[in-house]
């Protein structure tokens, strides 16, 4: 009976190549068991048919960072109700227009940057890679970000010069930002420093009510045409 072996050693045994670019084939999903994308070196095989698919690289893994269009009543972070949830194969964006290959591996370990409110909706960053964690960790407070707001009421008697004149919200400055009328019941900031509370803060200020906040960008990221509920990756050479 034949013995089994890691799927990584197989790999070798059938291309030549060197350990270390069979683990990485493998872990770069390019290896097929039987038909079936396995990621695992250490998986075990013994009669399988293993390939490698076309145009296999040996490159290294890199991270994942996935862009989640978050629907309004989901947890940014842990919560009953988790937007992490929904990072799921079936639910990434038809037209991703990253190029990436889905891989199992890339749902594991990830961790929301810059999350929103339960109440809010829009893009929202989930990643594998600390350095982007730690960038907008660090950079969070001079990245602009752009939101949809929308409001209730009648604007106050030059409530518009006191919103765009400068104000402040717990006890600090608010740095300056735009705002814009979309429509009679929707006003888009483009505002840095965003904290819990502070696009409410501004519309309450000018005798305004925010019924519903969405983000459109965070720095030079963008939800595009990406539907409610859905997900993309971030390419490589796409920065915040």
């Given at each position: 009976?034949t013995e089994p072996v890691r799927l990584a050693?197989?790999?070798?045994?059938?291309?030549?190549?060197?350990?270390?670019?069979?683990?990485?084939?493998?872990?770069?999903?390019?290896?097929?068991?039987?038909?079936?994308?396995?990621?695992?070196?250490?998986?075990?095989?013994?009669?399988?048919?293993?390939?490698?698919?076309?145009?296999?690289?040996?490159?290294?893994?890199?991270?994942?960072?996935?862009?989640?269009?978050?629907?309004?009543?989901?947890?940014?972070?842990?919560?009953?109700?988790?937007?992490?949830?929904?990072?799921?194969?079936?639910?990434?964006?038809?037209?991703?227009?990253?190029?990436?290959?889905?891989?199992?591996?890339?749902?594991?370990?990830?961790?929301?940057?810059?999350?929103?409110?339960?109440?809010?909706?829009?893009?929202?960053?989930?990643?594998?890679?600390?350095?982007?964690?730690?960038?907008?960790?660090?950079?969070?407070?001079?990245?602009?970000?752009?939101?949809?707001?929308?409001?209730?009421?009648?604007?106050?008697?030059?409530?518009?010069?006191?919103?765009?004149?400068?104000?402040?919200?717990?006890?600090?400055?608010?740095?300056?930002?735009?705002?814009?009328?979309?429509?009679?019941?929707?006003?888009?900031?483009?505002?840095?420093?965003?904290?819990?509370?502070?696009?409410?803060h501004l519309c309450a200020e000018v005798g305004?009510?925010?019924?519903?906040?969405?983000?459109?960008?965070?720095?030079?990221?963008?939800?595009?045409?990406?539907?409610?509920?859905q997900w993309r990756y971030l390419p490589v050479?796409?920065?915040?």
């Amino acid at each position: 009976m034949t013995e089994p072996v890691r799927l990584a050693r197989r790999v070798v045994e059938i291309t030549g190549c060197t350990r270390s670019e069979a683990e990485r084939y493998v872990q770069g999903g390019w290896v097929t068991v039987d038909g079936v994308v396995v990621e695992a070196p250490q998986h075990p095989v013994t009669v399988e048919n293993v390939a490698l698919l076309p145009d296999a690289r040996p490159d290294p893994a890199e991270p994942a960072t996935m862009l989640l269009h978050k629907p309004a009543g989901y947890d940014p972070a842990a919560g009953t109700n988790p937007a992490e949830a929904l990072l799921v194969p079936a639910n990434r964006w038809a037209d991703d227009p990253s190029g990436w290959r889905l891989l199992q591996r890339h749902f594991p370990r990830l961790q929301p940057a810059m999350p929103l409110p339960v109440e809010a909706s829009g893009l929202m960053v989930f990643s594998q890679d600390g350095r982007v964690l730690q960038k907008l960790k660090q950079d969070g407070e001079r990245i602009e970000q752009e939101f949809n707001v929308e409001v209730e009421g009648e604007l106050a008697p030059y409530g518009w010069k006191r919103l765009t004149g400068g104000t402040t919200f717990q006890g600090w400055p608010v740095a300056p930002f735009r705002v814009s009328w979309q429509s009679e019941q929707r006003l888009r900031f483009a505002i840095k420093g965003v904290r819990p509370g502070l696009l409410e803060h501004l519309c309450a200020e000018v005798g305004l009510k925010a019924t519903a906040v969405h983000r459109l960008r965070i720095g030079r990221v963008g939800l595009s045409k990406m539907p409610v509920g859905q997900w993309r990756y971030l390419p490589v050479l796409e920065r915040f």
